[in-house]
């Protein structure tokens, strides 16, 4: 398993923050691209290349983002307007579906294929106050894990431009 640390509330479009592991280097950074369209973060790894970016898509009927790398769609991630707890629902390209199930404003929650976790969200590993861990299996695409996370915080936490 490999754990990161990630501020929250700190995702605003035009802000950039660092993922962090444990060990507290800092591994990945989502920049908050300042677009008036719709709300688009990129994460990078810590020499600037691009590994994925996360968009709203905006004109649609319930509230969706999509995950890209090399300008290829890796997942759509959809909320799931279902009772009173938001769900969502995770439509990967080139592999199984994933669910997101948990809950979203207080960043406990998990990410699941088949019924297997394969990554976990929780502010439980951390004192530190706004901040959350992320931790993904081992052999999981992190870059998309952690592009899944920033998704689902702006998704739950009405993140606007």
């Known amino acids: 398993m490999a754990r990161f640390k990630m501020k929250q509330k ?18 990945y950074k989502v ?13 990078e790894d810590r ?12 004109l649609t009927v319930r509230d969706k983002m999509t995950v890209e790398r090399d300008g290829h769609k890796l997942a759509t991630i959809h909320k799931a307007l279902v009772g009173i707890r ?23 929650y998990e990410i699941k294929r088949d019924g ?3 990554a976990t969200i929780s502010k439980k590993w951390f004192r530190v106050r706004d901040t959350y861990g ?9 870059p998309l894990m952690l592009s899944l996370a920033v ?5 739950s936490h009405h993140i606007d431009a």
Do not use: C, P, S, Y
Request: glycine share 8%; net charge negative; hydrophobic share 35%.
């Open 31 to 43: 920049d908050g691209k300042a677009l008036r369209i719709r709300d688009t973060f990129v994460l």
């Open 10 to 27: 700190v995702l605003a479009i035009g802000d950039d923050f660092w993922i962090e592991n444990d060990d507290g280097d800092r591994v």
């Open 86 to 108: 938001d769900r969502f629902n995770i439509d990967v390209e080139d592999g199984d579906d994933l669910k997101a199930r948990g809950n979203f404003t207080d960043h406990e």
């Open 116 to 118: 297997d976790v394969v």
């Open 134 to 142: 992320i931790e993904v299996r081992e052999g999981e695409d992190e």
């Open 151 to 155: 998704a689902i915080d702006a998704m």
């Open 47 to 58: 020499d600037g290349h691009e590994l994925a970016k996360i968009q709203e898509k905006k």
